[in-house]
Nanobody, 126 residues
Framework: QVQLVESGGGLVQAGGSLRVSCAAS????????MGWFRQAPGKEREFVAA????????YYADSVKGRFTISRDNAKNTVYLQMNSLKPEDTAVYCC???????????????????WGQGTQVTVPS
């Protein structure tokens, strides 16, 4: 049974930093590209960042580029999202997801992801 379990969310003041993690089990982690998505209240879920299976390639939404960093540790079956210079508009439930794609691909479309975590809440008060 595949499980993706996020952790590390919380409340942080604007301008602060937070790192969320996603621990994967039940799948060959190295064979999957990983992504982070977020959904704010009343809004559609949106792409945040993705990383290739090796970690050698990454891609970011324009809204987080330069502030967020995605990384992975294949030995620990874990993907991370380091979030710096947080803004109130970053408030959302952050979910990780796994995609089985060709090795060099960095998928950004939700339809490419087959496994999803439940999410962790990140709140940045205005």
């Amino acid at each position: 049974q595949v499980q993706l379990v996020e952790s590390g969310g919380g409340l942080v003041q604007a301008g602060g930093s937070l790192r969320v993690s996603c621990a994967a089990s039940g799948l060959p982690f190295r064979a999957y590209a990983m992504g982070w998505f977020r959904q704010a209240p009343g809004k559609e879920r949106e792409f945040v960042a993705a990383i290739s299976w090796s970690g050698g390639g990454t891609y970011y939404a324009d809204s987080v580029k330069g502030r967020f960093t995605i990384s992975r540790d294949n030995a620990k079956n874990t993907v991370y999202l380091q979030m710096n210079s947080l803004k109130p508009e970053d408030t959302a439930v952050y979910c990780c997801a796994a995609a089985r794609v060709p090795l060099s691909d960095i998928p950004t479309s939700q339809s490419e992801y087959v496994y999803w975590g439940q999410g962790t809440q990140v709140t940045v008060p205005s």
